[in-house]
């Protein structure tokens, strides 16, 4: 959603599996030197992620109908991610001793 909404791409890879690594190099030489984009897209969440920006929709991303996520917003989004993922408050200067 953020990257979405921002007009970003999303990636997330392993450095472990050359495929990827030239897939990512291929967009982020599109971005920094003019290159051509790459046709790369893994949208599935359950593999490492190449989302090219302005290849998604919000109705994909929420799975809602169009219309329906009229009412998301970035606050919406954040309650769902610390539902699912609980922030821990930590002291930085504790980790240090």
């Known amino acids: 959603y953020v990257a979405h909404t921002n007009g970003a791409s999303l ?3 392993s450095s472990r599996d ?7 190099k ?5 971005y920094g030197f003019g290159t051509s ?6 949208q599935d969440y359950n593999k490492p992620l190449i989302i090219p920006a302005g290849s998604d929709s919000l109705n994909f991303i929420t799975g809602m ?4 996520n009229q009412n998301m917003n970035f606050e919406s989004w954040k309650r769902v991610f610390t539902a699912n993922f609980p ?7 504790d980790s240090f001793n």
């Open 37 to 42: 984009e790459g046709k790369s897209l893994s």
């Open 26 to 30: 291929e967009l982020l030489s599109h």
């Open 87 to 93: 922030q821990v408050n930590k002291n930085i200067k």
């Open 65 to 68: 109908v169009e219309g329906d």
């Open 18 to 24: 050359t495929g990827l690594i030239k897939k990512t």
């Open 11 to 13: 990636l997330f890879f």
